[in-house]
């Protein structure tokens, strides 16, 4: 069975910086795209990043393009979250998926229409919180 649990939230002030970390099992990180997302109260999901395959392709969402970076280490089965320059409006919970890359790709991924970008198996999320 695939099991997502991330890890690494907290309370940081805002500038900071957290990282978070998923850790994976029950499929390989060769054929599966893996991402997070985050959910704030009252807002719908939202894609925040995603990494593809062995190949390590990455995407980013406008919202956090060049503060948060998205990493893997296949060998330890876990997929990471580096959050800089963090803002109040990052608050959120944040919530590692993955999906079978042919399945991503079928579905249109991050680029697609979907808020979940195709991804199927979801972990139970992490609470961020930002302070002013």
């Known amino acids: 069975d695939v099991q997502l649990v991330e890890s690494g939230g907290g309370v940081v002030q805002a500038g900071g910086s957290l990282r978070l970390s998923c850790a994976a099992s029950g499929f390989s990180f060769d054929d599966h795209a893996i991402g997070w997302f985050r959910q704030a109260p009252e807002k719908a999901r939202e894609g925040v990043a995603c990494?593809?395959?062995?190949?390590?392709?990455?995407y980013y969402s406008d919202s956090v393009k060049g503060r948060f970076t998205i990493s893997s280490d296949p060998a330890k089965n876990t997929v990471f979250l580096q959050m800089n320059s963090l803002k109040t409006e990052d608050t959120a919970v944040y919530y590692c998926?993955?999906?079978?890359?042919?399945?991503?790709?079928?579905?249109?991924?991050?680029?697609?229409?979907?808020?979940?970008?195709?991804?199927?198996?979801w972990g139970q999320g992490t609470q961020v919180t930002v302070s002013s």
């Open positions: 998926a993955a999906v079978e890359i042919t399945r991503y790709v079928e579905r249109g991924g991050a680029r697609g229409n979907s808020t979940s970008w195709g991804f199927d198996y």
């Open positions: 990494i593809i395959g062995s190949d390590g392709l990455t």
